[in-house]
């Protein structure tokens, strides 16, 4: 029996199994979709996956550089407290040198790459781990940067990872000062969590977006004032507040956090100046654990009540 890209889809999600090895499965037992959940019961993966339909929210994200290429990964569990756990931390750490190392194209090509010390491949030491620590583990997105320099940040024991990338003249990639400047960068990053790295990454489906709010927004005012604006003083006000969303949600026109009576780009520019050289940062990642993941609010009592029952 023939099976197809839609029966690996619906055993996959039967049994939280990864998909190279719901194809094998279905292989194995000739597309007899029961028959492949014994199968993969068998080996052991449908057992420690019994649990991949609990929401993992939790856990580290977390930022790396390896022999020059900087990786931020987020991997997730279902509680802070595995989130801190030895085992888990090396996992994930685990993770961000292979990301670093193969340079996996994605998420279902990173599962199949060798786990380093193990034998195993990623995908195997993530349902070991499931097994040892009792919870459902995620690795959830990575982003790798191989050029440049990478200078990594990670915030209160991995609620935040934040990577960036710089490109600097010869000469200044292992410089302290420049080493310096991306931590100090990524911990603005942290902290004030920009949209964009410069104005002119705003796209213009956004910047319209902006503009029609913005010119709502005036009109009401205007509107409810004494003396009404004129149309051309409206668009004026407008234009003044596409700037200041410039500078809230774009890193380089962002005030320094350090010094905010001037932009980050500016700060950059003075830094490449005292150096004599030219430092331009390139991108940037920044990831919390758990963001965008709908957490499951437990009734903590009504749980107790049923397990005395």
Not at 270 to 296: H, N, P, T, Y
């Amino acid at each position: 029996m023939a099976f197809t890209a839609n029966d690996v889809k619906n055993l996959r999600e039967m049994t939280g199994v990864g998909m190279l090895d719901c194809k094998k499965a279905l292989a194995a037992t000739d597309g007899d979709m029961d028959k492949a959940v014994e199968y993969l019961r068998e080996k052991g993966l449908a057992a420690a996956q019994k649990k991949a339909g609990r929401i993992a929210a939790e856990g580290m994200a977390y930022a790396t550089v390896v022999n020059g290429v900087g990786v931020v990964v987020e991997v997730n569990a279902e509680t802070d407290f595995v989130g801190q756990n030895e085992l888990f931390i090396e996992f994930t750490k685990g993770v961000a040198q292979v990301v670093a190392q193969e340079n996996p194209a994605d998420l279902e090509v990173l599962l199949t790459k060798a786990f380093p010390g193990t034998g195993r491949t990623v995908q195997e030491e993530q349902q070991e781990k499931v097994m040892v620590i009792g919870e459902n583990i995620q690795i959830r997105r990575f982003v790798r940067f191989a050029e440049g320099v990478n200078v990594p940040y990670n915030h209160m024991g991995g609620r935040i990872g934040v990577l960036v990338n710089m490109e600097v003249s010869a000469g200044l990639e292992e410089n302290t000062s420049v080493i310096e400047l991306g931590k100090d960068i990524a911990m603005q990053i942290a902290a004030m969590n920009p949209s964009f790295r410069d104005k002119s990454d705003v796209n213009q489906e956004t910047l319209d977006k902006e503009r029609e709010i913005l010119m709502a927004q005036a009109k009401t005012e205007n509107e409810a004032a004494a003396k009404p604006k004129p149309e051309n003083i409206l668009v004026k006000m407008v234009d003044g507040r596409v700037s200041k969303f410039y500078e809230e949600n774009c890193l380089l026109q962002q005030a320094y956090v350090k010094e905010n009576k001037i932009s980050v780009e500016q700060h950059v520019a003075a830094v490449a100046k005292e150096l004599g050289g030219s430092i331009s940062v390139k991108g940037f990642v920044r990831f919390e654990k758990g963001e965008g993941i709908e957490k499951k609010e437990d009734n903590f009592a009504a749980e107790v009540a049923s397990m005395m029952q």
